[in-house]
């Protein structure tokens, strides 16, 4: 299983920002494909940007473009996920995601790790 492990959360107002990050788990990140997704109290999970292995391409859910933008460090093996103006319809777990597949689906995701507990409030 390719488990990433997700960490950064916390508390922020709304308008603010913040950076979460997952790391890979027992391998590195290479040619996989990450994506990141979230799911609020309540809800299904959603996704919220996908890097596509295959191309290079980050695309974003229509609901967060804009404001995130996600990022890979191959050196450190390390997934970003920068939030800026957030909301508190953003609150949520956050989780990375990675797949072998080179242009994957937003349902080729399947494995999840514990996540990281993102919460927009005053």
């Given at each position: 299983?390719l488990?990433?492990?997700?960490?950064?959360?916390?508390?922020v107002?709304?308008?603010?920002?913040?950076?979460?990050?997952?790391?890979?788990?027992?391998?590195?990140?290479?040619?996989?494909?990450?994506?990141?997704?979230?799911?609020?109290?309540?809800?299904?999970?959603?996704?919220?940007?996908?890097?596509?292995?295959?191309?290079?391409?980050?695309?974003?859910?229509?609901?967060?473009?804009?404001?995130?933008?996600?990022?890979?460090?191959?050196?450190?093996?390390?997934?970003?996920?920068?939030?800026?103006?957030?909301?508190?319809?953003?609150?949520?777990?956050?989780?990375?995601?990675?797949?072998?597949?080179?242009?994957?689906?937003?349902?080729?995701f399947?494995?999840?790790?514990?996540g990281?507990?993102?919460?927009?409030?005053?």
């Open positions: 299983q488990q990433m492990k997700e960490s950064g959360g916390g508390l107002q709304p308008g603010g920002s913040l950076q979460i990050s997952c790391t890979p788990s027992g391998f590195k990140l290479g040619l996989y494909s990450i994506a990141w997704f979230r799911q609020a109290p309540g809800k299904e999970r959603e996704g919220v940007a996908l890097f596509t292995g295959g191309t290079g391409g980050i695309s974003y859910k229509d609901y967060v473009k804009g404001r995130f933008t996600m990022s890979l460090d191959n050196a450190t093996d390390t997934v970003y996920l920068q939030m800026d103006d957030l909301k508190p319809e953003a609150s949520a777990v956050y989780y990375c995601s990675a797949s072998r597949l080179l242009q994957p689906f937003w349902s080729d399947d494995c999840w790790g514990q990281t507990q993102v919460t927009v409030s005053s």
